[in-house]
């Protein structure tokens, strides 16, 4: 069993840069795959970054590409969102999400939420114009 929680969210003008972390707690974090998904009210879950439990590999969505950088330390037990540049468009709830990591391509497997076992509860960004 792993948990997982978010935080780092908040309210943040356009143009500004918030960073969110995961703390992962139960399991030994190195082995899992963790993404960030985000979901906007009335639209369907997003994926926005993926990174493999190494840390070597990353993937991005191309919505967030060259503004937002996935990290991790495993020493820590967490994985990072730094998102720079934001938009109005950014608003939405970010949850992070854990899985064992398989050597699948990261950029199909770890992009879709039923890959992954372990969410957090989500926390809120909410990008002002």
């Known amino acids: 069993q792993v948990q997982l929680v978010e935080s780092g969210g908040g309210l943040v003008q356009a143009g500004g840069s918030l960073r969110l972390s995961c703390a992962a707690s139960g399991r030994t974090f190195s082995n899992y795959a963790v993404g960030w998904f985000r979901q906007a009210p009335g639209k369907e879950r997003e994926f926005v970054a993926a990174i493999r439990g190494s840390g070597v590999s990353t993937y991005y969505a191309d919505s967030v590409k060259g503004r937002f950088t996935i990290s991790r330390d495993n020493a820590k037990n967490t994985v990072y969102l730094q998102m720079n540049s934001l938009k109005p468009e950014d608003t939405a709830d970010y949850s992070c999400?854990?899985?064992?990591?398989?050597?699948?391509?990261?950029?199909?497997?770890?992009?879709?939420?039923?890959?992954?076992?372990?969410w957090g509860q989500g926390t809120q960004v909410t990008v002002s114009s």
């Open positions: 999400a854990a899985v064992l990591g398989v050597t699948s391509p990261i950029s199909t497997y770890y992009i879709r939420p039923r890959t992954y076992d372990y």
